[in-house]
T-cell receptor
Framework: EAGVTQFPSHSVIEKGQTVTLRCDPI?????LYWYRRVMGKEIKFLLH????????ESGMPNNRFLAERTGGTYSTLKVQPAELEDSGVYFC????????????FGPGTRLTVL | EDQVTQSPEALRLQEGESSSLNCSYT??????LFWYRQDPGKGPEFLFT???AGEEKEKERLKATLTKKESFLHITAPKPEDSATYLC?????????????FGQGTILTVHP
């Protein structure tokens, strides 16, 4: 069974540009989460989808971040326009709906904003 | 607000030298505590879930325990391949499947 995949693995952009990160969860997992780790800090929650609906977006830092999950499958996280403080590693995780609580993480996307 | 604190921040061991990592938590209505292992350049890899005080789980050289205030990850006779960052996390208070609050992690280095 394939795990959670993320694309790209690395992205380097300039301040003011737009970047879109993609996450493909484990097949059949209705829960999808986005997290971020900024250098020197702990991993922090951004938002949670249940199928295509946003269950909890309390961790989204501001309106420059837009997450979508069309059709309840893969998800995208767009940052527009990117700022220096958006640099970090963005992780996606998925879990089955309710039946188990274990979240399985992808390898992350390292975003560098110059 | 849920809080998770891990100690020490870094731990250096000689191969075979057993030790423990600590994870202290503050959360209302704990519904589980998770331990993950993270290797450089990779995402967190699930190790254990503990649900109630007194519970213990083992996997190879690792044993996780849980009390009402903290969890320990005991490493017995570690090998260099156990070197990694170990993370603990708790789901949002009162839930078992919501957002996770992570500690900063303990960076474990095991020297041959």
């Amino acid at each position: 069974e394939a795990g959670v995949t993320q694309f790209p693995s690395h992205s380097v952009i300039e301040k003011g540009q737009t970047v879109t990160l993609r996450c493909d969860p484990i097949s059949g997992h209705d829960n999808l989460y986005w997290y971020r780790r900024v250098m020197g800090k702990e991993i922090k929650f951004l938002l949670h989808f249940v199928k295509e609906s946003k269950q909890d977006e309390s961790g989204m830092p501001n309106n420059r971040f837009l997450a979508e999950r069309t059709g309840g499958t893969y998800s995208t996280l767009k940052v527009q326009p990117a700022e220096l403080e958006d640099s970090g590693v963005y992780f996606c995780a998925s879990s089955p709906l309710i039946t188990t609580d274990t979240q399985y993480f992808g390898p992350g996307t390292r975003l560098t904003v110059l | 607000e849920d809080q998770v604190t891990q100690s020490p921040e870094a731990l250096r061991l000689q191969e075979g030298e057993s030790s423990s990592l600590n994870c202290s938590y503050t959360v209302s209505g704990l519904r589980g505590l998770f331990w993950y292992r993270q290797d450089p350049g990779k995402g967190p890899e699930f190790l254990f879930t503990l649900y109630s005080a007194g519970e213990e789980k083992e996997k190879e050289r690792l044993k996780a325990t849980l009390t009402k205030k903290e969890s320990f990850l005991h490493i017995t006779a570690p090998k260099p391949e156990d070197s990694a960052t170990y993370l603990c996390a708790v789901p949002a208070g009162g839930t078992s499947y919501g957002k996770l609050t992570f500690g900063q992690g303990t960076i474990l280095t095991v020297h041959p």
